[in-house]
């Protein structure tokens, strides 16, 4: 009978205990939330499981949509990564899908339930976990044009220049503004960074390094589908994606980041706004180029600088 009791919690203690997965799902649009999307559009659906670092590890297979109404699956993308929280050490495995909206205006499109299957390493067993879908609404897209302010700012230049003559008219043209660029991809990560600086003039340089990581690796993400720095091949000539030179400074600034973050160590400011630098030149090279000022357009060669 002893014996026994002995064996039993001999097993006991040399079981692992197996750490707490969670999933989440969630839906964006050049990095932001988004509830609605015109047709055509594409939608970026991101499936994360996540536990404590642990002697466990997950194995986590392609999530299913069998439901799947109004969007077709363009890509799929899926990797693993090992992040810190406040207090430990977390290991992700990450689904990314991109999905294409083919439902028309005034319709509603849906993944249905998301079906996640997953076992331990150890185990052969699989278990499923049901994720709640997301419904998005297909809206007309917008259009400058329909704009109240433009067709009025219209009007008024038609009226103008029928006043005027033609002279006028150009004159007049020459010094309207220049329409408002179209939103890029771009534009959201740089919102984000402008966020920061908040956090910065507070002195939390753990945050702060914190958070400009996670802006990087979310755009080479988005913009590269590179799913981890860390093990990005170097591109070869012609490629698509990040230089080589672009990669090994990330990655010698990541290290410093997760130095901040975990190992005590105090960044100067130097090295806060080299990071800030890195990662806005980044998003900013890839943003479109603003347009000449049409004034320049009338300047003799010899006056341009």
Known sequence: MK????????????????????FSAVAHHAGQPVSSLPPQATLDL???AEWPQSDVIYVVYTPTMPFLAGLVIEDHLSFGETTTTLSQLVQRTVHHFKLLVTNSVGTTVETGPIQVEYR???SEEKQRRQLAGITLTVA???RIWQSPVVLSCAALAAVAGLALGGVCLVRRRRRAPALPAEHCMEDAYVARLAG??????????ARYFGDLETVLRDYVREKYQIGSLETYPPPGNGSAGLDARSVSVARELLALAHT??????TPSDYDQTR???????????????????VELDYLQPEHRS
């Open 46 to 48: 991101t499936i994360t």
């Open 140 to 142: 007309a897209p917008a």
């Open 3 to 22: 014996h026994g009791m002995v064996i039993v919690i001999a097993l006991a203690l040399c079981s692992p205990v197996l750490a707490e997965i969670e």
């Open 196 to 205: 920061l600086k908040h956090v910065r003039l507070q002195g939390d340089t």
């Open 120 to 122: 331990p390493s150890s």
């Open 275 to 293: 990071m800030l630098d890195f990662v806005q030149t980044v998003i900013e090279r890839n943003r479109p180029r603003r347009g000449t000022p």
């Open 260 to 265: 901040v973050r975990y190992g005590g160590q």
